[in-house]
């Protein structure tokens, strides 16, 4: 089973391990020895494999490979000790990933994509242009890599790095698979988000996976004119239609949605825009998250960014809302000193 190009590992589920060591003519019991040292003891060396027969590991480093990143660089904030990490593929592309400590958890953001196809005007990324979907090895390594530079486990996986999970929802799924696995990563659905700008579709495909993840709409207003200005695709999914996906998750899944919401100052923070939110938090169980607007004009250029201000009522506008029922958080500006909050995440120098 000579193979002048490594056969990658790292991604393959169970099953496809299974076949593999199958193929390799081995006991079906190896895949599972495989794939705990993986993913769930995460080495990276198949001498370190011990349960495994030695002329086994031998075969396998001839013909296989298990890192899929390479770390570039990781910067380390200091305001809060965001952690932002530079990883380069092998085809030499390159993506960022941001671990994310806080108290009582530490939450890895991970990217899906090279770039982004969707291009919001308030993000960093879309400026990038789209390159190509992440394997699944190449988003579970994301975890797997940064795991390594932190004395604490991560607990939380949020999909909100790089690209729009939704598009690759494929690779998305084998990834969710293996870090909920009982075998693999070992952490729990409920400790995982999915956040999308909304495509309905795909929205109901990944609820009809019945994988119990959380997922986490790009919101930011329900004025159809603005949400088409900042994000383009918007204009073909209008705002019922992506009720409508969410309202079909919801009785799938049976966890509450998020809406995440940049508050710009005076778009999207006047008492209508409470107005309306509190409609909408009647529809379908939610929490809303409230995000400052980041600076991105290190990367974008667009018209657009001369009336998207950071929100001078931002607070205030977190009150009124709770003032009316509505679960509401101020996410922190975590990262935001080294280009890691929210919206920062971009490849300089492509």
């Not at 298990?66 to 809060?80: A, G, M, P, Q, V």
């Not at 790089?162 to 952490?187: F, Q, V």
Request: glycine share 6%.
């Amino acid at each position: 089973m000579l193979n002048k190009t490594p056969i990658s590992l790292k991604g393959l589920t169970l099953p496809e391990l299974e076949n593999f060591v199958l193929d390799m003519g081995w006991e079906k019991f190896r895949a599972k020895q495989i794939f705990k040292w993986i993913y769930n003891k995460q080495v990276d060396d198949f001498a370190q494999m011990t349960d495994i027969p030695k002329h086994y590991r031998e075969e396998l480093s001839q013909i296989a490979q298990i890192n899929e990143l390479k770390l570039l660089t990781f910067e380390k904030s200091n305001c809060d000790g965001t952690i932002k990490f530079l990883f380069e593929l092998k085809d030499g592309e390159k993506i960022e990933s941001v671990l994310i400590p806080d108290e009582s958890r530490l939450t890895l953001c991970i990217s899906t994509q090279v770039g982004c196809p969707i291009d919001c005007k308030f993000c960093a990324t879309g400026a990038m242009g789209f390159k190509r979907n992440l394997t699944a090895g190449e988003i579970i390594d994301q975890v797997i890599q940064a795991q390594k530079y932190s004395e604490r486990r991560i607990t939380n996986i949020v999909f909100m790095g790089m690209g729009e999970p939704l598009l690759n929802l494929k690779n998305l799924i084998k990834a969710i698979d293996i870090i909920t696995s009982d075998n693999g990563i070992r952490i729990g659905a409920r400790k995982i988000t999915v956040s999308t700008v909304g495509i309905p579709d795909k929205i109901k495909e990944l609820a009809d996976a019945g994988r119990k993840v959380k997922i986490a709409l790009s919101l930011h207003t329900l004025d159809e004119n603005l949400r088409s200005k900042l994000i383009p695709i918007a204009s073909r999914y209008p705002i019922s239609s992506l009720l409508e996906a969410l309202r079909y998750y919801y009785k799938k899944v049976g966890l509450r949605i998020t809406y995440e919401y940049i508050v710009f100052d005076g778009l999207n923070d006047r008492d209508e825009d409470v107005k309306n939110l509190v409609e909408l938090a009647k529809m379908i169980p939610c929490k809303i998250n409230l995000l400052k607007f980041h600076p991105v004009d290190f990367i974008r250029k667009d018209p657009i960014l001369k009336i998207l201000k950071p929100s001078r009522r931002l607070e205030e506008f977190a009150q009124k809302l709770r003032e009316n029922n509505l679960t509401v958080f101020v996410r922190s500006n975590a990262g935001e000193d080294i280009k890691a909050a929210c919206g920062q995440l971009a490849i300089l120098n492509q």
